[in-house]
T-cell receptor, first 112, second 115 residues
């Protein structure tokens, strides 16, 4: 049972435009959400997170939005750069929990 | 560089064999997590240790075991290997087992190929 779903396997955007990556979850106990970026032959790198008490968190070019009623979160990258091309994983956890539950990932390609 | 190291980078072995993967967490981190990533899938949580003690278990097979040593490094032992065990194995660390902010920092992974 996939509790965290990233329904788009890949996304292609033009440099300078906005990239929007989506993630849905089914477990209403999740209350902390994270995005990781992964380059080939490297481990996932923490990007940004959001607690369920917020609906938006911003860090530079990266913004994560959380819609609890829809059990949906999204990562916005503005403006997109070629170096952002990577696999992006959405992950979720229960507050004070231990493990992260990951989605299958979305491959982002930013074309210059 | 996350500060988490994993060895070896690559491992090729045969079915039925046993291997050990090693992880050193970031300096000061007490918690170590192991994840498995099979082809085109997300990371699946296997097991977590905190300061030498097992704290949480995920979808870890009985053929797999792990431990965390007094110097906080961890080893994941995989035995009676099958073709389906071929995957990337990631180790992650975090400063504490529980807490509101549970960022985990990942190592570069060990790619295991079972032939």
């Amino acid at each position: 049972d996939q509790q965290v779903k990233q329904n788009s396997p890949s996304l292609s955007v033009q440099e300078g435009r906005i990239s929007i990556l989506n993630c849905d979850y089914t477990n209403s106990m999740f209350d902390y959400f994270l995005w990781y970026k992964k380059y080939p032959a490297e481990g996932p790198t923490f990007l940004i997170s959001i607690s369920s008490i917020k609906d938006k968190n911003e860090d530079g070019r990266f913004t994560v939005f959380l819609n609890k009623s829809a059990k949906h979160l999204s990562l916005h990258i503005v403006p997109s750069q070629p170096g952002d091309s990577a696999v992006y994983f959405c992950a979720a956890s229960v507050e004070y929990g231990n493990k992260l539950v990951f989605g299958a990932g979305t491959i982002l390609r930013v074309k210059s | 560089d996350s500060g988490v190291t994993q060895t070896p980078k690559h491992l090729i072995t045969a079915t039925g064999q046993r291997v050990t993967l090693r992880c050193s967490p970031r300096s000061g981190d007490l918690s170590v997590y192991w994840y498995q990533q099979s082809l085109d899938q997300g990371l699946q949580f296997l097991i977590q240790y905190y300061n030498g003690e097992e704290r949480a278990k995920g979808n870890i097979l009985e053929r797999f075991s792990a431990q965390q040593f007094p110097d906080l490094h961890s080893e994941l032992n995989l035995s009676s290997l099958e073709l389906g065990d071929s995957a990337l194995y990631f180790c992650a660390s975090s400063p504490r087992p529980l807490g509101r902010y549970n960022e985990q920092f990942f190592g570069p992974g060990t790619r295991l190929t079972v032939l």
